[in-house]
């Protein structure tokens, strides 16, 4: 079992930055990859970031290609996901989520076996 807490969220204004934050539970973080996705209300949980169990492979959405940054740390069992140049469209609740033990940094949600409960970001223009 594996829990997960994001962090990080907040309200900010467009070109700014945050940094999110992802805690999980136990000892089987380091093997697992791990994802960003994002949803807001009334359409589907879309993937965002995602990073394997080794940090060489980090695919990205398009939409995020170049601003945002997925990164690791496994001494602290925390992924990260910097975003820069936010922009009133990256508003959403964003979702950290782990996968199955050496498995590839997938951009599905059925990629994933374990969800955080999510942090809002706020991007005003």
């Known amino acids: 079992q594996v829990q997960l807490v994001e962090s990080g969220g907040g309200l900010v204004q467009a070109g700014g930055s945050l940094r999110l934050s992802c805690a999980a539970s136990?000892?089987?973080?380091?093997?697992?990859?791990m994802g960003w996705f994002r949803q807001v209300p009334g359409k589907e949980r879309e993937f965002v970031a995602a990073?394997?169990?080794?940090?060489?492979?980090?695919p990205y959405a398009d939409s995020v290609k170049g601003r945002f940054t997925i990164s690791r740390d496994n001494a602290k069992n925390t992924v990260y996901l910097q975003m820069n140049s936010l922009k009133p469209e990256d508003t959403a609740a964003y979702y950290c989520?782990?996968?199955?033990?050496?498995?590839?940094?997938?951009?599905?949600?059925?990629?994933?076996?374990?969800w955080g409960q999510g942090t809002q970001v706020t991007v005003s223009s």
């Open positions: 990073i394997d169990w080794s940090g060489g492979s980090t």
């Open positions: 989520a782990a996968g199955t033990p050496y498995g590839g940094a997938g951009k599905t949600i059925g990629s994933y076996d374990y």
């Open positions: 136990g000892r089987t973080f380091s093997s697992r990859p």
